[in-house]
């Protein structure tokens, strides 16, 4: 009977695995072609896995919380037949994720990492029969080619799993000769250049029986000392959403001079308005909301801080409008969901938007498109209860607004102390594009607007 595998396709956008949230079928349904199959988590969002394949599920790899990588085997069907070509002359990516584009280039298959007996079934770099070895050898004479155009690419490294064991054995990847197939440095490799491997004998492609028995008695990687204070309870592996937050944070503090002004906002008069700005049965549109349609106004006016670097850093690209982030603290971790085009919305509109697009960020629905491609971003974090924050700027942007919570405090008012409502509004700013005096005056911009509401009333 036809077995048709179908594997984890490019995800796009530089994302090379997901993570299995849940299986949507089970070993002996009967599916049809762009059927769910599964539930996965990239750094992007939660997103369903659809099928290229009609027939009887044979086999599931996985389980809930694997990490599969792009080109790993996700399911067998039997006696079906192919809604999508696997493209096995590496034209194209194939098959892609929902919400996802593809690639140009071939597709990028990643090696499989070491599995336990539930996860087998052949393409681990450790796991390659001597049958596999002896197709690799019949081959050669048609490798050739290949392997010149391997030595012609920049990264010999294909799997991250590979790239991070060869970070952690102090092995330069562009140093190590590459046996991969396609021309790819593998982990048999990196473990021969660490010396952790007696030199390849027979085939010399890596998969040969002698190097599979090699590779069951090294360590997948050397662990790294520490003194634990305490005993452990438990380790916790970043998701993929955290590693992608960690590294742009990262980023973000290394490469950006950043510099903050803050200012305290009285919304008295804002706060008294609000609740009469909804029409009868109807809900009043959150702060939030209105604070990012007067920041829009105040954009039009500042438009370098709604404006993003050029790859050089040399330049900043200003744009006509605004694609508004706004951070969103879910279960997953901060997401920036985006709002295109803010700049064209009423504040009716924006309220509705944010409400939808902040309840899709929470559940991890987000789609892939509205979580990139932002200019400016604001942060509400008074919903932490928190009062003021020293933000980092989501890059490549150049600025981020903030508010924090709003508090009745004692303010002095024509000479005289009253009860007002008072938060707290930060700006931080990339000081290579704009001096203080500029991101003083959007600041104080915003606050104008803010103090004296109806004063924008035409262009809310």
Same mark, same amino acid.
């Given at each position: 009977?036809?077995?048709?595998?179908?594997?984890?396709?490019?995800?796009?956008?530089?994302?090379?695995?997901?993570?299995?949230?849940?299986?949507?079928?089970?070993?002996?349904?009967?599916?049809?072609?762009?059927?769910?199959?599964?539930?996965?988590?990239?750094?992007?969002?939660?997103?369903?896995?659809?099928?290229?394949?009609?027939?009887?599920?044979?086999?599931?790899?996985?389980?809930?919380?694997?990490?599969?990588?792009?080109?790993?085997?996700? !399911?067998?069907?039997?006696?079906?037949?192919?809604?999508?070509?696997?493209?096995?002359?590496?034209?194209?990516?194939?098959?892609?994720?929902?919400?996802?584009? /593809?690639?140009?280039?071939?597709?990028?298959?990643?090696? =499989?990492?070491?599995?336990?007996?539930?996860?087998?079934?052949?393409?681990?770099?450790?796991?390659?029969?001597?049958?596999?070895?002896?197709?690799?050898?019949?081959?050669?004479?048609?490798?050739?080619? +290949?392997?010149?155009?391997?030595?012609?690419?920049?990264?010999?490294?294909?799997?991250? !799993?590979?790239? =991070?064991?060869? =970070?952690?054995?102090?092995?330069?990847? =562009?140093?190590?000769?590459?046996?991969?197939?396609?021309?790819?440095?593998?982990?048999?490799?990196?473990?021969?250049?660490?010396?952790?491997?007696?030199?390849?004998?027979?085939?010399?492609?890596?998969?040969?029986?002698?190097?599979?028995?090699?590779?069951?008695?090294?360590?997948?990687?050397?662990?790294?000392?520490?003194?634990?204070?305490?005993?452990?309870?438990?380790?916790?592996?970043?998701?993929?959403?955290?590693?992608?937050?960690?590294?742009?944070?990262?980023?973000?503090?290394?490469?950006?001079?950043?510099? /903050?002004?803050?200012?305290?906002?009285?919304?008295?008069?804002?706060?008294?308005?609000?609740?009469?700005?909804?029409?009868?049965?109807?809900?009043?549109?959150?702060?939030?909301?209105?604070?990012?349609?007067?920041?829009? !106004?105040?954009?039009?006016?500042?438009?370098?801080?709604?404006?993003?670097?050029?790859?050089?850093?040399?330049?900043?690209?200003?744009?006509?409008?605004?694609?508004?982030?706004?951070?969103?603290?879910?279960?997953?971790?901060?997401?920036?969901?985006?709002?295109?085009?803010?700049?064209?919305?009423?504040?009716?509109?924006?309220?509705?938007?944010?409400?939808?697009?902040?309840?899709? +960020?929470?559940?991890?629905?987000?789609?892939?498109?509205?979580?990139?491609?932002?200019?400016? /971003?604001?942060?509400?974090?008074?919903?932490?209860?928190?009062?003021?924050?020293?933000?980092?700027?989501?890059?490549?942007?150049?600025?981020?607004?903030?508010?924090?919570?709003?508090?009745?405090?004692?303010?002095?008012?024509?000479?005289? !102390?009253?009860?007002?409502?008072?938060?707290?509004?930060?700006?931080?700013?990339?000081?290579?594009?704009?001096?203080?005096?500029?991101?003083?005056?959007?600041?104080?911009?915003?606050?104008?607007?803010?103090?004296?509401?109806?004063?924008?009333?035409?262009?809310?």
């Amino acid at each position: 009977m036809n077995t048709q595998v179908f594997r984890l396709p490019d995800l796009g956008e530089g994302l090379t695995e997901a993570a299995l949230v849940q299986w949507l079928v089970a070993v002996g349904d009967t599916i049809g072609i762009d059927q769910p199959i599964a539930e996965v988590e990239t750094a992007k969002s939660i997103v369903e896995l659809p099928s290229p394949f009609a027939g009887v599920v044979a086999k599931l790899h996985g389980s809930q919380g694997d990490a599969l990588l792009t080109g790993e085997p996700v !399911i067998e069907v039997e006696g079906g037949e192919a809604g999508v070509r696997e493209d096995p002359e590496g034209s194209g990516s194939g098959n892609v994720l929902i919400g996802y584009g /593809t690639n140009s280039g071939p597709a990028k298959g990643r090696r =499989r990492r070491a599995s336990g007996a539930g996860r087998a079934g052949g393409g681990s770099a450790a796991g390659a029969s001597a049958g596999v070895a002896a197709d690799a050898a019949a081959g050669s004479a048609a490798a050739a080619p +290949a392997a010149l155009e391997a030595t012609r690419r920049t990264v010999a490294v294909r799997s991250p !799993i590979v790239r =991070r064991l060869a =970070r952690e054995l102090g092995v330069d990847p =562009r140093s190590v000769p590459a046996t991969g197939s396609d021309g790819a440095v593998t982990r048999t490799d990196v473990l021969r250049a660490a010396h952790l491997l007696k030199p390849a004998e027979g085939s010399g492609a890596g998969g040969s029986a002698g190097v599979e028995s090699q590779l069951e008695s090294v360590p997948a990687a050397p662990a790294v000392p520490h003194d634990s204070p305490l005993p452990i309870a438990r380790i916790e592996r970043f998701s993929p959403l955290r590693r992608v937050v960690s590294d742009k944070l990262t980023r973000s503090r290394a490469e950006i001079p950043e510099a /903050t002004v803050w200012v305290d906002v009285d919304l008295t008069e804002l706060w008294a308005l609000r609740s009469r700005m909804a029409q009868p049965g109807e809900r009043a549109p959150s702060l939030t909301a209105i604070l990012a349609r007067y920041t829009l !106004i105040a954009l039009q006016q500042f438009p370098i801080l709604a404006g993003r670097l050029t790859a050089t850093g040399d330049a900043i690209e200003i744009y006509e409008g605004v694609n508004l982030g706004i951070a969103v603290d879910t279960s997953r971790g901060l997401m920036v969901p985006v709002l295109p085009r803010a700049d064209e919305l009423t504040v009716g509109v924006l309220d509705s938007e944010l409400r939808a697009l902040s309840a899709l +960020a929470r559940e991890g629905r987000t789609p892939p498109e509205r979580l990139r491609d932002s200019t400016f /971003t604001l942060n509400n974090y008074g919903g932490l209860g928190v009062d003021g924050s020293a933000a980092i700027i989501n890059h490549p942007e150049v600025a981020m607004l903030g508010i924090g919570r709003v508090l009745e405090r004692a303010w002095v008012v024509d000479g005289r !102390i009253e009860p007002r409502r008072i938060a707290q509004l930060s700006l931080v700013f990339d000081h290579r594009v704009c001096d203080g005096g500029y991101a003083a005056g959007f600041l104080r911009a915003v606050t104008d607007l803010l103090e004296h509401p109806l004063r924008a009333y035409p262009r809310l």
